[in-house]
């Protein structure tokens, strides 16, 4: 049983073009978060969702736009695709905000040629 | 703002070799302390905690000692095994309202046999 399950694995596009990552978890959290992984391995917070509400929104392009249809569900789509978005995506969830142990998806690799 | 510094790796032991890999923090307030651990095409995983001044995390043979006065959180194992590598990282986390996780910039570590 996959907690956190992510999809595509991987993902290879052009520039320009528009995708989207999809999140879900089945373990009844009610927050839950997209990181961005970089080359370097650098992990960095872009967005938080709780009960569907966004709580956290750093600073993202305006290229990037999470939605939450439920609970259980946390989807990522990026739009105009430039090369700086390759890296490894990961989604995570946790019980509530003010619980600090996240449960981390396997990750999406975007490549972006 | 708040900050998380990690010795630089990679890091490099042979197997049963003592491993120590070195975290400090800066804080506004008094936050809790986290390793999470990532395998090799893995997501994260929380390997220890602690959530106050002189907690011990211990979890899998590591452990790391909240230290208040050195801003440390320094991630220690006796004796290492091969299947112990992967890269680490040191993060922090507020204790309240709806804090994100702070992440230092990852360790690699490799066992060799």
């Known amino acids: 049983d996959t907690a956190v399950s992510q999809t595509p694995k991987y993902l290879v596009t052009q520039m320009g073009n528009d995708k989207s990552i999809k999140c879900e978890q089945n373990?009844?959290?009610?927050?839950m978060y997209w990181y961005k992984q970089d080359s370097k391995k650098f992990l960095k917070i872009m967005f938080s969702?709780?009960?569907?509400?966004?709580?956290i929104n750093e600073t993202v392009p305006n290229r990037f736009s999470p939605k939450s249809p439920d609970k259980a569900h946390l989807n990522l789509h990026i739009n105009s695709l430039e090369l700086g978005d390759s890296a490894v995506y990961f989604c995570?969830?946790?019980?509530?905000?003010?619980?600090?142990?996240?449960?981390f998806g396997p990750g999406t690799r975007l490549l972006v040629l | 703002g708040n900050s998380v510094t990690q010795m630089e790796g990679p890091v490099t032991l042979s197997e049963e070799a003592f491993l120590t890999i070195n975290c400090t923090y800066t804080?506004?307030?008094?936050?809790?302390l986290f390793w999470y651990v990532q395998y090799p095409g893995e997501g994260l995983q929380l390997l220890l905690k602690?959530?106050?001044?002189?907690d011990k995390g211990s979890n899998k043979g590591f452990e790391a000692t909240y230290r208040k006065e050195t801003t440390s959180f320094h991630l220690e194992k006796g004796s290492v095994q091969v299947s112990d590598s992967a890269v680490y990282f040191c993060?922090?986390?507020?204790?309240?309202?709806?804090?994100?996780?702070?992440f230092g910039t990852g360790t690699r570590l490799t066992i060799i046999p």
């Open positions: 995570a969830s946790s019980r509530d905000p003010r619980v600090k142990t996240q449960y």
């Open positions: 373990l009844g959290h009610d927050t």
């Open positions: 969702y709780n009960n569907k509400e966004l709580i």
């Open positions: 804080a506004t307030g008094y936050p809790s």
């Open positions: 602690a959530t106050k001044a002189d």
């Open positions: 993060a922090l986390s507020e204790n309240f309202g709806n804090e994100k996780l702070t």
